[in-house]
């Protein structure tokens, strides 16, 4: 099983910046995708980006593309999000998720494994 635990979350201004990290324990593997999902209150889970750990190919979405930058750090059973230029409507839920391969990497229900979440609010 594997373990997923989020951090670096918090309150920032709109137009400023955040760094979430993704710890995960547990048995990994170089096949899987690791993405991150949002929930923002009275909305749908939201699938926001997500890498694979062999090649590092990235996937994001449309909401945050240019914006955000996911990465891995296979050595340290690490995943980063860097969040810049921030907007209020990034105010949600953060969510890392895990899964052994490819196929429906932007549905959540095709993630394995999730972790508890860490909430990021950006205030206007």
């Known amino acids: 099983q594997v373990q997923l635990v989020e951090s670096g979350g918090g309150v920032v201004q709109a137009g400023g910046s955040l760094r979430l990290s993704c710890a995960a324990s547990g048995r990994t593997f170089s096949s899987y995708v690791v993405g991150w999902f949002r929930r923002a209150p009275g909305k749908d889970r939201e699938f926001v980006a997500a890498?694979?750990?062999?090649?590092?190919?990235?996937y994001y979405g449309d909401s945050v593309k240019a914006r955000f930058t996911i990465s891995r750090d296979n050595a340290k059973n690490t995943m980063y999000l860097q969040m810049n230029s921030l907007e209020p409507e990034d105010t949600a839920v953060y969510y890392c998720?895990?899964?052994?391969?490819?196929?429906?990497?932007?549905?959540?229900?095709?993630?394995?494994?999730w972790g508890q979440g860490t909430q990021v609010t950006v205030s206007s």
């Open positions: 998720a895990a899964k052994d391969r490819t196929f429906g990497l932007r549905s959540a229900d095709q993630y394995l494994y």
């Open positions: 890498i694979t750990l062999d090649y590092g190919t990235t």
